[in-house]
């Protein structure tokens, strides 16, 4: 028991039992594709988030190790990516200027916070907070932001100091510095731009053209950012482009990740706070989906709690070891997964090869041009654009349409937090106004069998002193009012009505107030001469009912099923009918 106990917390202990020499050879082969695609990857999310580039490598370094150590998937590579880069950028950017101590203090104390609610949520089993994002909320945020981060990229192409944390701010601060633009930047940034996109449509078909092996193939196409890197770079220090004003990275610290030590000022983390925990539930909710989906094409599984104490761990760690917030990538993930890896040690291979690039290779990226990892972030993010989700949503359904539509417009207008927060609150309210009008059918039974369909879409047999109305949601608050002026609508001015019988197929709850309701509507029917009657109630259900004085006071019976209740009201309602004076 204790030994179950341990492996289900320390995941390491159950799949490092059957490590072999294969497992060890296929995970250093993957350790070293995604290392070769992480390092520029590392970097240029470190821009995008305002913070020094040898930040991004430490944030990819110790977090990875944690994750292998409590992390459940075996695929997930953990790290920055796009979309919480830029929600660390609007974080801290209102808190502190970028590029001084306290913005680097800030996104080390945000990453403590988010690794904390993340670890919490995993002990108290709490992941289905994440349900609360809906996927269409989560699509139409996901959207947005890839614009956003695109856009806000194009400074670093141009050359220029636009400034910014709306779509409408970039875009007007980018006009008005359009006369500052570097010619050189430029040519640099379109043309890594244009190289980049080449290398994921075209260059693997080209190396397979020429003969070589798909996995030779796949390797130099994740290397091709590296190719970009070298290329440009050399480009700048051999021209000297730096003294005409292209801005480079410059100086990095060659060390691997320091101790660091987040802020504990109350101040601080009360204003990091709900920032923290937007993070954490957007990075738990890419993360998990990721992990899921590759985690089902080896007929594997993932604890979704447990993944929220690896992914808390991670976080912790990169607080302090000179990171900020990180969560498992899309795009690294599948790398990862498709270049062979087959246990979470080929993350910690991959963080040992960040660690050499962290030591050896930072003096050679001095002259790297930002305009370079701008390109890189921008082919990153684009893949995550897709406005089809509008079509898509407005086909099927308008609420979840204004749902994307909200948060994609809210996210582009006023920024990341308002955008995901408006998502999660116009969704649940959209949830609330939907069951609070719940599809209620009059049901009448289909001839030579016994089931039972609407009235208004199938030929069913019907009595006039019976009413069978069916309810397609659970019972509760918001809702149960809306059954009893339905009732009380359709049988207030039929005299001919003698039982209503309530098919409870799909109530899987009945809170109090619905219980509250039901007892009201039973005494006004009953003043009516009316009985009341319920069917096909489930287990759950039936146990809260015994537990109050509704079934003592119910004027009708609860049946097993609606057959039985169609068979025995209706005779007695025949009977009724026969015996009544002519």
């Known amino acids: 028991m204790f030994s179950s106990a341990f492996r289900r917390y320390l995941p390491v202990f159950d799949w490092g039992r059957n490590y072999n020499k294969d497992s060890f050879s296929n995970d250093m082969i993957a350790a070293v594709i995604v290392t070769i695609m992480l390092i520029p990857q590392s970097l240029a999310y470190a821009l995008l988030a305002g913070l020094p580039p040898e930040m991004g490598l430490y944030a990819s370094i110790l977090p990875i190790i944690l994750y292998a150590i409590f992390g459940t998937s075996r695929a997930l590579a953990v790290g920055p990516v796009a979309v919480v880069s830029l929600m660390t950028a609007a974080s801290i950017g209102q808190i502190a200027e970028s590029g001084t101590a306290g913005y680097a203090i800030a996104a080390l104390t945000l990453a403590m916070l988010s690794g904390g609610i993340l670890l919490l949520m995993g002990v108290f089993k709490l992941g289905f907070l994440a349900n609360f994002l809906s996927h269409p909320v989560i699509a139409g945020f996901i959207t947005a932001s890839g614009v956003l981060i695109a856009s806000s990229q194009l400074k670093h192409i141009l050359g220029v100091d636009a400034k910014g944390h709306t779509l409408v701010e970039i875009v007007v601060s980018i006009f008005e510095h359009l006369g500052e633009v570097n010619l050189a930047t430029l040519l640099i940034g379109v043309s890594a731009t244009l190289f980049l996109f080449w290398v994921r449509k075209g260059m693997k078909p080209m190396l397979l053209e020429m003969g070589l092996k798909p996995r030779l193939a796949d390797v130099l196409t994740k290397a091709g950012p590296v190719g970009a890197v070298v290329v440009t770079t050399a480009v700048v220090w051999i021209f000297g482009l ?66 929220l104490i690896g992914l808390g761990a991670a976080n912790i760690g990169a607080a302090f070891t000179g990171g900020y917030p990180v969560t498992g990538g899309f795009a690294r993930s599948v790398v990862n997964f498709d270049a062979g890896a087959e246990t979470p040690a080929a993350g910690a291979y991959t963080a040992v090869g960040l660690a050499i690039a ?225």
């Open 358 to 582: 962290a030591v050896s290779l930072t003096p050679l990226i001095f002259f790297l041009p930002k305009a370079t990892l701008a390109a890189t972030i921008i082919v990153a993010v684009l893949s995550l654009v897709d406005f089809s989700i509008l079509k898509h949503s407005w086909s099927y359904s308008k609420s979840d349409f204004s749902a994307v539509a909200a948060t994609i417009l809210l996210t582009l207008g006023f920024g990341v937090e308002t955008g995901v927060s408006a998502g999660v609150i116009l969704s649940i309210a959209l949830y609330l106004y939907k069951t609070s009008r719940p599809h209620i059918a009059e049901v009448g039974l289909v001839p030579g069998t016994e089931h039972f369909r609407n009235i208004n879409r199938h030929e069913v047999l019907t009595s006039p002193q019976l009413l069978t109305i069916r309810i397609d949601e659970s019972l509760y608050f918001a809702n149960a009012r809306f059954l009893e002026d339905y009732i009380y609508d359709r049988a207030v001015d039929d005299d001919c009505l003698k039982h209503v019988v309530l098919q409870c197929s799909a109530v899987n709850e009945v809170d109090f107030s619905a219980l509250e309701s039901l007892e009201a509507i039973n005494h006004r029917l009953q003043d009516a001469g009316i009985q009341l009657h319920l069917s096909e109630v489930k287990g759950p259900v039936m146990d809260r009912l015994q537990r109050s004085h509704f079934l003592d006071e119910l004027s009708g019976r609860v049946f097993l099923s609606q057959y039985q209740a169609q068979e025995e009201l209706a005779s007695v309602c025949t009977r009724q009918t026969a015996q009544a004076p002519a």
């Open 242 to 307: 730096d003294q005409s004003g292209v801005k480079i990275v410059g100086s990095v610290p060659q060390s691997l990740p320091p101790l660091t030590m987040p802020s504990f000022s109350s101040e601080l983390i009360g204003a990091l706070f709900v920032p923290a925990l937007l993070i954490s539930i957007i990075g738990f909710v890419e993360s998990v989906s990721v992990a899921q989906t590759l985690a089902a094409k080896k007929r594997q599984r993932i604890d979704p709690d447990q993944e």
